[in-house]
């Protein structure tokens, strides 16, 4: 009786420090705007770690009723990655600007 009421004990232990599982959508890929300033746009909920092409990562927080958007400019050409806790896949895309 004692065994199987330390290995319930030790099973309420285990899955109470474990917590929950958090996963991060992310998105990524690369774009090449030619002659024109290649930018990124995210869409997200929570924790946003947004990298425009060819430039360095910008962390960003939103945590309204709605989706925070945010869109910066990189370089002409580059790898771009968006991520956060939530993702909005249909409102994250690079494009291109004709200005800088």
């Known amino acids: 009786m004692r065994r199987l009421f330390a290995?319930?004990?030790?099973?309420?232990?285990?899955?109470?420090?474990?917590?929950?599982?958090?996963?991060?959508?992310?998105?990524?890929?690369y774009k090449d705007c030619g002659a024109f300033i290649a930018a990124l746009r995210s869409q997200w909920w929570g924790y946003l770690a947004h990298t425009p092409p060819g430039r360095g990562t910008t962390y960003h927080s939103y945590f309204g009723a709605d989706w925070g958007v945010y869109a910066s400019n990189g370089v002409y050409a580059g790898y771009w990655v968006s991520s956060a806790d939530i993702l909005h896949f249909g409102g994250t895309y690079p494009f291109c600007r004709n200005y800088g």
């Open 7 to 29: 290995l319930a004990a030790s099973m309420v232990l285990v899955l109470a420090v474990a917590g929950p599982v958090v996963a991060i959508d992310s998105e990524n890929g």
